[in-house]
């Protein structure tokens, strides 16, 4: 069965805190994604990695970096973490076919105050 | 620009009831068309894939509808149960060079109450 774990389901951090969000996946798939989901806004990619070590700017990628040393592996950096960053954060992978289904993760719910 | 619109914003009906939300695109060029449900405080899940030359999919109570030519997809939910209660968000794929780039709708909200 598809699996796309995410570290914290709830996290709090402190405004100018770094901030780690780390995703697995065990599907050996090509593709992972970060995105953030704000009401009214929906989804929004902030980066996409194709490949170990690689990686591509989404959307929205100010604020943010990342990190795919291991193809199981896609982590988020937020350097200096703002209110503003407030969100929830869901990490998806998927196979590199013509089918292109996006699996979740169950999403970090990350307040910074 | 590439967009996805979904109408209506949110929606609740009583359960047992039947139920159409409404997607409409502008992505150019279009490759596939999925609609996902969220539930709350959880990630989406996929409900139905459609390419260009698919003009309806079924997976069981959920009935997704494309025009490729309006740029138009439906989801329609039948017999409503208390567990369809969630966000439903469409997405619409096109094809940029070597991989595919994904746009997401904001979502309709469904309620299903007793």
């Known amino acids: 069965d598809v699996k796309v774990t995410q570290s914290s389901r709830y996290l709090v951090k402190r405004t100018g805190e770094k901030v780690f969000l780390e995703c697995v996946q065990d599907m050996d798939h090509e593709n992972m994604f970060w995105y953030r989901q704000d009401p009214g806004l929906g989804l929004r990619l902030i980066y996409f990695s194709y490949d170990v070590k690689m990686k591509e700017k989404g959307d929205i990628p100010e604020g943010y970096s990342v990190s795919r040393e291991k193809k199981e592996r896609f982590s988020l950096i937020l350097e200096s973490a703002s209110t503003n960053q407030t969100s929830m954060y869901l990490c998806?992978?998927?196979?590199?076919?013509?089918?292109?289904?996006?699996?979740f993760g169950p999403g970090t719910r990350l307040t910074v105050t | 620009k590439n967009q996805v619109e979904q109408s209506p914003q949110s929606l609740i009906i009583l359960e047992g009831k039947n139920c159409t939300l409404q997607?409409?695109?502008?992505?150019?060029?279009?490759?596939?068309l999925r609609w996902y449900k969220q539930d709350t405080g959880r990630g989406p899940v996929s409900l139905t894939i459609?390419?260009?030359?698919?003009n309806t999919k079924s997976n069981g109570r959920y009935t997704a509808t494309l025009d490729a030519d309006t740029k138009q997809s439906s989801l329609h939910i039948t017999a409503s149960q208390l567990s369809d209660s969630a966000s439903y968000i469409c997405?619409?794929?096109?094809?940029?060079?070597?991989?595919?780039?994904?746009?997401f709708g904001t979502g309709t909200k469904l309620q299903v109450i007793p």
């Open positions: 998806a992978s998927s196979p590199r076919t013509s089918s292109y289904e996006q699996y």
């Open positions: 997607c409409n695109y502008t992505v150019s060029p279009f490759s596939n």
């Open positions: 459609m390419t260009f030359s698919e």
């Open positions: 997405v619409v794929s096109l094809n940029s060079g070597g991989y595919q780039k994904v746009t």
